[in-house]
């Protein structure tokens, strides 16, 4: 409707057909009525047109506004809890179980990020936290030879999703990057590679028949549960299957690149 009285007051068109009657009725003397609109009245109807479409212009940025507020709102609320549920499970104690499959060497990564991760009851983040921030080597022997530790334990790079715990090459680096303070176990490391680990077996490799398992750090052995242990910066941990042998080398350090 806005539109229409805007057209009728501006345009010479429009004034011919829409009010000719009253032009036509002031040129006749005889006439006794006139409808000619005075220029006060078209003023009047130009400005009102004018000033609704500054009304209307005005509305638009305004509603404008108020849905790129709603928007930004949304974002902040999906950043906070993003957040929120990506440290929910760092409440938890480290666990001291290592919930994996008993098949024989290599194990591969994990095809399954996200449900390795759950099993190690760790969180996936969206990048990598810096207030928890070290590194660790790990080396596994079986019978005298070295089984590679894969890298991409702890990394869905389809998803983007990242474990605090990963590895990002086969060095045997474990990265442990957290957005929040707190230890982690060997347990939970083997988890998300899904290789079962406890003082009697590692994965389908069974203790008995003269086959033993240690576990050692920094070249100290280390007793009981292996999937309770932890680490500090540069440990080295070495997990060694088979019949213990005189004069058998055992890694007790590993040299980490400058500034790693």
């Given at each position: 409707m ?20 009253g ?11 006139s409808?000619?609109q ?7 109807a ?14 638009v ?36 179980v ?139 941990i ?6 213990p ?13 400058a500034?790693?």
């Amino acid at each position: 409707m806005v539109s229409t009285g805007t057209m009728i007051a501006i345009s010479p068109r429009t004034n011919t057909s829409t009010i000719g009657e009253g032009i036509a009725a002031d040129d006749n003397p005889g006439s006794k009525r006139s409808t000619r609109q005075p220029r006060d009245v078209v003023a009047h109807a130009r400005g009102g047109g004018q000033r609704t479409r500054l009304w209307v212009g005005a509305g638009v940025v305004v509603a404008a506004a108020l849905v790129a507020g709603l928007i930004i709102g949304i974002a902040r609320h999906d950043r906070t809890h993003t957040s929120e549920s990506d440290t929910a499970n760092f409440n938890s104690a480290p666990a001291t179980v290592a919930v994996g499959a008993e098949t024989p060497p290599p194990w591969p990564a994990p095809a399954d990020v996200g449900a390795a991760v759950a099993a190690a009851r760790l969180p996936m983040l969206g990048a990598e936290g810096t207030t928890e921030h070290i590194h660790v080597h790990l080396d596994v022997l079986v019978d005298g030879h070295a089984v590679s530790v894969p890298a991409g334990i702890g990394i869905d790079a389809k998803n983007r999703r990242i474990s605090p715990l990963h590895t990002h090459d086969d060095s045997g680096v474990i990265h442990i990057e957290s957005p929040v303070k707190r230890e982690f176990s060997l347990g939970e490391f083997f988890s998300q590679w899904q290789v079962s680990l406890s003082e009697n077996n590692i994965g389908a490799l069974r203790v008995g028949n003269g086959q033993t398992l240690r576990v050692f750090v920094n070249g100290a052995p280390r007793q009981g549960n292996p999937a309770a242990i932890t680490s500090a910066p540069h440990d080295e941990i070495a997990v060694v299957y088979g019949a213990p042998e005189q004069g058998e080398s055992i890694p007790a350090k590993y040299d980490f690149p400058a500034g790693d």
